[in-house]
């Protein structure tokens, strides 16, 4: 598996501060303060966080909208995505949008679109440009169950298949395509077999235990940044909520959500923690505390931050001139370029703590 402890006990912290902030998105849902529906993926954690935890600097992924985990590790500030959130004039998408409709382009994150599957083709994109700029570059993909049945997805896996580009597509199968289960989806038992069928490597893993994460996207990181073209992984795990806070999810059985609440992904790589003697009570109560002040700060910086200004209605509605720089290239932090507005001050989103966690000396070394 590879991970140091220190590694290991950060993934715990982003699985929890995933989770966190979503908790806290949905109170202020309830509360009537957020803009539009609200899109959470609890049961997902150890997918998203596993998979871009083996990304490296200056790789890209194109997110869907149950990726948070994926934005947090990249760099996303939780105060930008609150303000997300809460339509804020100063949100990544100066409050023109909700959801995680965002990315950052000095983060190395595309932009997510509403129709699912039709990412994919874009990450083609990007991972065809850094192909032909002779870049180390490779992106990340994902997309759910049901995204793997329309035609971008297929569109997507051929072209990178033939093009032999640097992706890793991943399905986030969750169980459900808003309502209708898998098993009325799909005569496969494994959605990565539909890899086979584009002649790239396809693998199949319990999305819901961050180690067998780490294992399965190590391997696949390493099989595509040595050039041998994309791979599918299939993380097999559960919607816990509903589609959107709006659904009660009433068409799930409810002996079949209580079977994968028991295997909670974070209560599942606590444990294992413990046992290791990596997680202790004191740095348990520190990373606990330290996510209780991110999302508190998150909440408060976007409840104090202003509502758009009509008078900018117009602004960014069409791309600026000239050619858009990449990351690492001269350029690709000029406010114009970057989907995630927040440098458009000159200073881009902080929290009032570090948005990583640190771990204590002491447990590096046992």
Known sequence: MGKERADLLQIYY???LTRAVEDRTRTLFLQGKVVGGV???QGHEATTVGAAMMLSEGDCIVPQHRDLGM???RGTSPRAVMCQWLARGNSPTLGRDNALHIGDIHHGIVPSISMLGESLPVACGVALTMKMRKRSTIV???CGDGGTNTGPFHEALNFASVQKLPIVFIVENNGYAYSTPTYKQFALENLSDRALAYGMPGESVDGNDVLAVIDAFGRAVEHVRSGKGPVLVECKTFRVRGHSEADQAGYVPKELREEWLVKDPIKRFEEYLTREHILTPANK???????????DDAVSFAEQSPLPDPATVADYVFAPDGPIAIVGEPGALDPRYVNALDRRIGEPFNTVVEARFSAPEEAVRR
């Open 14 to 16: 982003f699985m929890r």
């Open 39 to 41: 899109y959470t993926a």
């Open 71 to 73: 934005h947090l590790v």
């Open 140 to 142: 990340m993909a994902p």
């Open 285 to 295: 109560a520190e990373i606990e505390a330290k996510v209780k002040a991110v999302a």
